[in-house]
C-alpha cells in the first residue's frame, strides 16, 4: 500500500476513569502494533480534566512525547483530527466516558467511524445490572443477584443467595472495587464504601468452580460472530481474577486453549456468540464465565472494549486462533470502516 492510500487511524487513549492507566497501557500497544505500512498512526490522550493531548503522526506515545504535548480543549483536539483528515478511530479506552458510549455517540455526531460497538452495545454491556436482565431474557444463565440501593438493609436484600456473596459497582469494569463479602457485617461495609461510586450496588451469588473466557469477534459489519478459543483462567493467589490478579506478571496462569473437553468448549463459544448478540456488542467483545462443580455455565459479564497491553486475554487468544496482535488490528479497523455511516465529519459542510 503506498504512503498516499495508508488509513488514518487515530488511537485514542487515556480518559478519565478509573481505568485510565490500563487505556493508556492498551493504546501504546495499539500503536505499536499498527502496521505502518498499512497505517498513518496518531495518538491521542483523553485527559481527566477532559482536555486532550494530541500527538503528531507516528510518535510514539512514550511519558516525554506526552509531556511535551499541549494540551487543548476537547472540540478542538477533534477539529486538529478531522483537518488530518482521520479515517478511523481505533478505541483503547476502559471504562466510565469511554466504554460507556458516551464517547461512541460523540463520535457518530462527528461522522468519525470506530471500533468496538455502537452507542447501545457499548452502553448495555457496560451496566451488569442490564447486562444480566438481558442474559436472562436470552436464556443465558448467569448468577443470581439483587440490587441494593441507599437505605434498603443489603442483608434483607441478599436474603436467599448464601454465603459468601460478591459485591461489586454495576457500571465498572477491571474488577475495581469488587468484594467477596462473607458475613453480613462485611456485606453491610462493602456496600457502605460503594455508595461513594454508584447509587446502584450488585450483589451476586458467589460461583465456585473454574473461570474462563472466550471472545467473539465479527470481521465484517452485519457478518457471522465466530468465537476465538476458550481460556482457562487461573489466579495464582486470592479467590478470584481480581484487579491484581489481572495486570500483575506472573500473577495468574492463562491456559488457551483450555484443558477442556471440545463439548464443553464449545458449549462456552457458543454462549459467548450468544452474549455478544444479546447486549448488541459489536466488532469484538469478551465474555467471562464461572463452570460450577455441576458443570453448570454461568456468564459473568462481556466486556465490549477488551484490554490490549502485554498482559490482556483478548491478544492471548486471538494468537493462538493464528491473529497476530497486528492482524487483529486490521480486523478491528476493517471492521469500523465496513460499519453504515451515521453522520459526516467536521471537516464536511452541511447539506
Not at 453491610?188 to 461510586?197: G, M, Q, V
Amino acid at each position: 500500500m503506498s504512503i498516499a492510500a495508508r488509513r488514518r487511524v487515530a488511537v485514542l487513549m487515556g480518559g478519565w476513569s478509573h481505568e485510565r492507566a490500563v487505556s493508556l497501557r492498551s493504546g501504546a500497544a495499539m500503536v505499536s502494533q499498527l502496521d505502518p505500512g498499512r497505517y498513518d498512526r496518531r495518538a491521542v490522550n483523553l485527559l481527566e480534566d477532559r482536555q486532550a493531548l494530541v500527538l503528531e503522526p507516528g510518535t510514539e506515545p512514550t511519558d516525554a512525547a506526552w509531556q511535551a504535548a499541549r494540551p487543548m480543549p476537547l472540540l478542538e483536539a477533534f477539529r486538529v483530527l478531522a483537518a488530518w483528515p482521520v479515517d478511523v478511530a481505533a478505541l483503547a479506552l476502559h471504562g466510565a466516558g469511554g466504554e460507556d458510549g458516551t464517547l461512541q455517540g460523540f463520535l457518530e455526531t462527528l461522522g468519525i467511524p470506530y471500533t468496538h460497538s455502537g452507542v447501545a452495545g457499548s452502553a448495555i454491556s457496560m451496566d451488569k445490572e442490564v447486562s444480566k436482565l438481558l442474559y436472562t431474557a436470552h436464556g443465558i444463565a448467569t448468577p443470581r443477584h439483587v440490587i441494593v440501593r441507599p437505605g434498603d438493609d443489603p442483608v434483607a436484600c441478599a436474603g436467599d443467595l448464601g454465603w459468601p456473596v460478591m459485591v461489586k459497582p454495576p457500571c465498572l469494569g477491571s474488577s475495581f472495587e469488587v468484594y467477596v463479602a462473607a458475613d453480613a457485617a462485611a456485606l453491610r461495609a462493602a456496600c457502605a464504601s460503594l455508595f461513594a461510586i454508584d447509587r446502584r450496588v450488585l450483589v451476586e451469588q458467589f460461583i465456585r468452580g473454574r473461570e474462563f473466557t472466550c471472545a467473539a469477534l465479527q470481521r465484517r459489519y452485519g457478518g457471522k460472530t465466530e468465537a476465538l478459543p476458550v481460556m482457562e483462567i487461573v489466579p495464582k493467589s486470592g479467590t478470584f481474577f481480581d484487579f491484581k490478579a489481572k495486570y500483575t506478571p506472573g500473577a495468574t496462569s492463562e491456559l488457551t486453549p483450555a484443558p477442556i473437553a471440545a463439548e464443553l468448549a464449545a458449549r462456552i463459544q457458543d454462549t459467548a456468540v450468544r452474549c455478544h448478540e444479546a447486549l448488541q456488542c459489536e466488532g469484538v467483545s469478551r465474555t467471562d464465565f464461572m463452570l460450577d462443580a455441576a458443570g453448570s455455565l454461568f456468564a459473568l459479564e462481556t466486556n465490549a472494549i477488551p484490554g490490549m497491553t502485554e498482559l490482556s486475554l483478548l491478544p492471548k487468544t486471538a494468537k493462538v486462533a493464528g491473529i497476530s496482535f497486528a492482524q487483529l488490528l486490521d480486523l478491528m479497523i476493517e471492521f469500523a470502516l465496513s460499519r453504515p455511516a451515521r453522520g459526516r465529519t467536521m471537516s464536511q459542510p452541511a447539506p
